[in-house]
């Protein structure tokens, strides 16, 4: 089975501070994901990643960046974190190929105060 | 770009109706088309998805969906629900935008089953 972890399930984090988001998958999959997914809005893609050291912009990169050293961790770093940054972020992976689906980590419900 | 969308952001029915959840993709050449559910308080699990061949394909938990190409719909459908299938499902569909892989997401359908 794939598992997709992620760090913590439940994070409060004061406004200004620099937060990190971890997240392992243990497939060896090429490609890494990080969501944000809020209220009324679905899932928006902010970065990801198709091999170490690589990296995309998403949809809303704004105020956000990642870091993939390893093939099996992705970080998101939010370099100051803000209020309107509170959200729940969902890590996803999956093999590179049209047809692979994407398999994700339970997510980090952040509080930003 | 290509895009989904979900019709019904909410829908309730009883325990052991019918169920559809709609979903339209914009057109495109070739498509690759997925349904995720998410529990509440758990990540995205895949329940079926389309790539190619039979345009009605089946998925976990009873679950079925049809790819009609003239209609460029993708709707999920299940012929009883039960009050455990009470989940936000996302239709999404494959983008290559700029040769990067990426899903699409619409925007979620909550469904309620009540007893």
């Known amino acids: 089975d794939v598992k997709v972890t992620q760090s913590s399930r439940y994070l409060v984090k004061r406004t200004g501070e620099k937060v990190f988001l971890e997240c392992v998958q243990d497939m060896d999959h090429e490609n890494m994901f990080w969501y944000r997914q809020d209220p009324g809005l679905g899932l928006r893609l902010i970065y990801f990643s198709y091999d170490v050291k690589m990296k995309e912009k998403g949809d809303i990169p704004e105020g956000y960046s990642v870091s993939r050293e390893k093939k099996e961790r992705f970080s998101l770093i939010l370099e100051s974190a803000s209020t309107n940054q509170t959200s729940m972020y969902l890590c996803a992976s999956s093999l590179w190929g049209m047809g692979y689906e994407q398999y994700f980590g339970p997510g980090t419900r952040l509080t930003v105060t | 770009a290509q895009s989904v969308t979900q019709l019904d952001s909410q829908v309730p029915v009883f325990e052991e109706a019918p169920v559809e959840l709609r979903c339209n993709y914009s057109?495109?050449?070739?498509?690759?088309l997925f349904w995720y559910v998410q529990y509440p308080n758990q990540g995205l699990q895949l329940l079926l998805k389309?790539?190619?061949?039979?345009?009605l394909v089946k998925g976990i938990n009873g679950f079925e969906a049809e790819f009609n190409k003239s209609q460029t719909s993708f709707h999920l459908r299940k012929p009883s629900v039960h009050i455990s299938d009470t989940a936000e499902y996302f239709c999404a569909v494959r983008s290559t935008q700029g040769g990067s892989e990426k899903l699409v997401f619409g925007k979620g359908t909550k469904l309620t089953v009540n007893p």
């Open positions: 389309y790539l190619s061949g039979s345009t």
């Open positions: 057109s495109s050449v070739s498509v690759y």
